[in-house]
């Protein structure tokens, strides 16, 4: 296993913890963004298996994990410029902003692709799993997947929803049967799954900011996102992964995919939104793959 080390960059009045695997001066290294927003980095772990021959960098972004918290941050603390700036500032910060990888899982894609259309010189290639261009597309259709739940689930949902009620135990209770189908269907769910669950319910603040109290409605500084006309500024190689029970369903990629002509889109089946822990093999050589492929075709067109 190769070696990482930790560090902590200060940033916007709030640390930001991140931790290297492998080194960081061999092939340009694979950044990785987690999802939530608010969820923390040790859901992604297995993708350090990726440091081979290039490092792999993850962070818990602010308000997360092991960064800092701001329970009582101010109205429009939390924001997607918010996280685009650090990251940039975490670029900087570990000298690697010449050149690297960016992989971005659900609201990290969104956070990559955010990223890219602002055309920063050094990125080499963006990966997007599980990841959507329109907020109310993906209201929609997760909206549809709820229709599909069976009667006295989709009720329990519905009627909490409608009352506001989302922290009653019942709702929890129901939200857990749509997880097991469309966000992670690995059983028993991984301990590095849970790590991230647990740190959200500690601390939900950015989750409720930015998506609001609802898996299914994103009612929070998400809400209306759209970066569709604003797609063809990426100059790179796109890879979109995502899974064919996933809650960011082939309609709403099959909508990014659209919006990013050249892009390769790979659907992994028998698997929902966390196919990097229901198909960790699969999922890593199509990443390792692209990463190969995007590399040689930069080097090729800077040479």
Same mark, same amino acid.
């Given at each position: 296993?190769a070696?990482s080390?930790?560090?902590?960059?200060?940033?916007?009045?709030l640390?930001?913890w991140?931790?290297?695997?492998?080194?960081?001066?061999?092939?340009?290294?694979?950044?990785?963004?987690?999802?939530?927003?608010?969820?923390?980095?040790?859901?992604?772990?297995?993708?350090?298996?990726?440091?081979?021959?290039?490092?792999?960098?993850?962070?818990?972004?602010?308000?997360?994990g092991?960064?800092g918290?701001?329970?009582?941050?101010?109205?429009?603390?939390?924001?997607?410029?918010?996280?685009?700036?650090?990251?940039?500032?975490?670029?900087?910060h570990?000298?690697?902003?010449?050149?690297?990888?960016?992989?971005?899982?659900?609201?990290?894609?969104l956070?990559?692709?955010?990223?890219?259309?602002?055309?920063?010189?050094?990125?080499?290639?963006?990966?997007?799993?599980?990841?959507?261009?329109r907020?109310?597309?993906y209201?929609?259709? @997760? =909206?549809? %997947?709820?229709?599909? !739940? /069976?009667?006295?689930?989709?009720?329990? *949902?519905?009627?909490?929803?409608?009352?506001?009620?989302?922290d009653?135990p019942?709702?929890?209770?129901?939200v857990?049967?749509?997880?097991?189908r469309?966000?992670?269907?690995?059983?028993?769910?991984?301990?590095?799954?849970?790590?991230?669950?647990?740190?959200?319910?500690?601390?939900?603040?950015?989750y409720?900011?930015?998506?609001?109290?609802?898996?299914?409605r994103?009612?929070?500084?998400?809400?209306?996102w759209?970066?569709?006309?604003?797609?063809?500024?990426?100059e790179?190689?796109?890879?979109?992964?995502?899974?064919?029970?996933?809650e960011?369903?082939?309609?709403? @990629? =099959?909508? %990014?995919?659209r919006a !990013? /002509?050249?892009s390769?889109?790979?659907? *992994?089946?028998?698997?929902?939104?966390?196919?990097?822990v229901?198909?960790?093999?699969?999922?890593?050589?199509?990443?390792?793959e692209?990463?190969a492929?995007?590399?040689?075709?930069?080097?090729?067109?800077?040479?």
């Amino acid at each position: 296993m190769a070696e990482s080390f930790d560090g902590v960059l200060r940033h916007d009045g709030l640390d930001t913890w991140y931790r290297v695997v492998g080194e960081l001066d061999q092939a340009a290294p694979l950044v990785v963004c987690h999802g939530g927003p608010g969820l923390t980095h040790d859901y992604l772990e297995s993708l350090s298996a990726l440091a081979d021959g290039r490092a792999v960098v993850f962070y818990d972004q602010h308000g997360t994990g092991r960064s800092g918290h701001r329970p009582d941050a101010p109205d429009g603390f939390f924001s997607v410029e918010l996280y685009v700036r650090e990251l940039a500032a975490l670029l900087d910060h570990l000298g690697i902003a010449g050149g690297y990888h960016l992989l971005g899982h659900s609201w990290g894609g969104l956070l990559g692709l955010e990223h890219a259309v602002r055309r920063p010189a050094g990125l080499r290639s963006l990966t997007v799993a599980s990841g959507f261009a329109r907020s109310d597309t993906y209201t929609a259709e @997760v =909206g549809a %997947l709820v229709a599909a !739940l /069976p009667d006295d689930v989709r009720t329990v *949902i519905e009627t909490h929803e409608a009352a506001g009620t989302t922290d009653s135990p019942e709702y929890d209770e129901a939200v857990r049967v749509f997880y097991r189908r469309h966000v992670c269907r690995a059983k028993p769910v991984p301990g590095e799954v849970m790590r991230t669950l647990v740190a959200l319910a500690e601390d939900s603040t950015v989750y409720r900011t930015m998506a609001g109290p609802s898996e299914f409605r994103l009612t929070g500084t998400l809400a209306g996102w759209d970066i569709t006309d604003r797609l063809d500024a990426i100059e790179v190689d796109v890879l979109l992964v995502s899974g064919e029970h996933d809650e960011v369903t082939p309609g709403a @990629v =099959g909508e %990014l995919h659209r919006a !990013l /002509p050249g892009s390769r889109w790979e659907l *992994i089946p028998d698997a929902s939104h966390m196919a990097h822990v229901e198909h960790p093999e699969r999922f890593r050589a199509l990443v390792g793959e692209f990463l190969a492929s995007a590399g040689a075709r930069v080097d090729t067109v800077g040479s």
